[in-house]
């Protein structure tokens, strides 16, 4: 059973940084494509960033690219999102989030944005950046 469990969310001021962590569990972490998405109050779910299984490549939404790099350690099982230049826009709940199925398949942006290739998901880390 995968178990995937965010950390290093916090109260930060606008144009500050933060580093947030997954730690997985339950499968071998080097073959899964690993993601991050947030959640605002009253909006949908949103598609953040996105690592393909050998860290190959990096898909960023519009609104944090050239802020936020996603990382992986594959030694320890670990996903990294660090997020500078933070914005109040960006305060939100942020998931990682795992690939369903072992595919090592690289479908580009839009295949990792609409969430569909993930199967399992933290329990979320709350971000809040104030202005």
């Known amino acids: 059973q995968v178990q995937l469990v965010e950390s290093g969310g916090v109260l930060v001021q606008a144009g500050g940084s933060l580093r947030l962590s997954c730690a997985a569990s339950g499968r071998t972490f080097r073959q899964y494509a690993m993601g991050w998405f947030r959640q605002s109050p009253g909006k949908e779910r949103e598609f953040v960033a996105a690592?393909?299984?050998?860290?190959?490549?990096?898909y960023y939404a519009d609104s944090v690219k050239g802020r936020f790099t996603i990382s992986r350690d594959n030694a320890k099982n670990t996903v990294y999102l660090q997020m500078d230049s933070l914005k109040p826009e960006d305060t939100a709940v942020y998931y990682c989030?795992?690939?369903?199925?072992?595919?090592?398949?690289?479908?580009?942006?839009?295949?990792?944005?609409?969430?569909?290739?993930?199967?399992?998901w933290g329990q979320g880390t709350q971000v809040t950046v104030s202005s």
């Open positions: 989030a795992q690939e369903r199925v072992l595919t090592h398949f690289d479908g580009g942006s839009n295949y990792y944005a609409n969430g569909a290739p993930f199967g399992s």
């Open positions: 690592r393909t299984w050998n860290g190959g490549s990096t």
